[in-house]
Structure formats: structure tokens, C-alpha cells
Nanobody
Framework: QVQVVESGGGLVQAGGSLRLSCTAS????????MGWFRQAPGKEREGVAC????????YYADSVKGRFTISRDNAKNTLYLQMTSLKPEDTAMYYC???????????????WGQGTQVTVSS
């Protein structure tokens, strides 16, 4: 019943920007922490950024600090990931997770979207 849907991925040149969006239905969007994860072929799934339900606290992976910004608009039931200064190593499938109870670790989620591909070319 719970559905999580990501959008906004695409192909971009190194140094460019993308904004990912995520909507969740079937749960109380503004009552749970949420996050973005990514996985590239041959690599472990990585928590990229997580955010508390109020948006007051965030987690970022060291690899994206200073370049990515996670935010949420609870009135619109939407989670965002603004990505700037993209690097080829950012290439991965990006997944939105609804309900990330250990947001400060950004390690698990209860509900997942289908993913959106981000490809950064040199």
C-alpha cells in the first residue's frame, strides 16, 4: 500500500547539478525521517543523506558534504536532494527511503522507491 516514487535523475556533465524529488503515499509523510541512498555496480549501498521529520537535523555522507543538500516540504509530501558539483563517482542508482528510524546513521529504511538513475560523465 505504501508507495515511494523518485524522479529527477538523468545524465549530466561533471560539475553540473540535478535535483531529485521523492513523494511517498500511504503513510504519514511528516511523521518520519526520510533519506536518500545510492548504489553503484560492485559497490555497497550507501546512505547519502537523511533528514528528521521536522527537517531540523540531517546526516550527510562524507563523500557528498558541501555538495548535496537534503530537504523536505511536508506540506507537499515531498523530499528533495539538491546535488551540485557532481562528479563521475556520484554515478549510481539513487533510492528514496521512507521511514529511516536511525536517521543519524542513515543506514536503513522501511519503504523504498524504484530508484532513479544518475549518470555523471567526465
Amino acid at each position: 500500500q505504501v508507495q515511494v516514487v523518485e524522479s529527477g535523475g538523468g545524465l549530466v556533465q561533471a560539475g553540473g547539478s540535478l535535483r531529485l524529488s521523492c513523494t511517498a503515499s500511504g503513510l504519514s509523510f511528516d511523521d518520519y525521517a526520510m533519506g536518500w541512498f545510492r548504489q553503484a555496480p560492485g559497490k555497497e549501498r550507501e546512505g547519502v543523506a537523511c533528514i528528521t521529520w521536522t527537517g531540523g537535523s540531517t546526516y550527510y555522507a562524507d563523500s557528498v558534504k558541501g555538495r548535496f543538500t537534503i530537504s523536505r516540504d511536508n506540506a507537499k509530501n515531498t523530499l528533495y536532494l539538491q546535488m551540485t558539483s557532481l562528479k563521475p563517482e556520484d554515478t549510481a542508482m539513487y533510492y528514496c527511503a521512507a521511514e529511516t528510524p536511525s536517521w543519524w546513521l542513515c543506514d536503513v529504511g522501511n519503504y523504498w522507491g524504484q530508484g532513479t538513475q544518475v549518470t555523471v560523465s567526465s
